[in-house]
């Protein structure tokens, strides 16, 4: 796990191009992205952990980035077969709920939850302001 890193001039378009605090890597290579957004007792975690990669597609997606392979690893790299990613899903469950002490179990939006997407998402996120982003 990478300590608090400090911020070295603007953030890439690729994120794994570059490692931030808290974020796994093998080697000092990059395995694991991750975002977090905490809102009183709630926090929303997005993360992502390479089981592999297509080079010639990431290449022509970040054609910015002179090696996007340069600051990266996967997990197939590292153990020498990709593994499946139903298994890989079982894994984190498994140690989140070692570490949180508590037990995960599949669900779903609740009726208002998904109410609120759908206004959000028809309302807000399809409006023409919203995509133009700011003037």
């Known amino acids: 796990m990478v300590p ?10 690729f994120c ?3 490692t931030a605090s808290y974020e796994l890597e093998i080697a000092g290579r ?3 992205g991750s975002a977090q957004r905490r809102q009183g007792t709630s926090f929303l ?3 992502s952990v390479l089981l592999g990669v297509d080079a010639p597609r990431l290449r022509v997606v970040f054609p910015t980035t002179p090696d996007p392979l340069a ?3 996967t997990l197939e ?9 139903d298994d890989v899903a079982a894994a984190l469950a498994r140690a989140f709920e070692a570490e949180h002490g508590l037990a995960l179990k599949p669900d779903g939006l609740s009726a208002e939850e998904a109410a609120l997407v759908d ?3 028809g309302g807000k996120y ?3 302001a919203w995509l133009a982003g700011p003037a």
């Open 30 to 32: 990059k395995v694991v």
């Open 4 to 13: 608090v890193a400090a911020a070295d001039g603007p953030t890439p378009a």
């Open 119 to 121: 206004t959000l998402a």
């Open 126 to 128: 399809a409006s023409d």
């Open 45 to 47: 975690q997005h993360g």
């Open 71 to 73: 600051t990266l690893t």
């Open 16 to 18: 794994f191009a570059r």
């Open 77 to 85: 790299a590292a153990l020498g077969r990709r593994p499946a990613f």
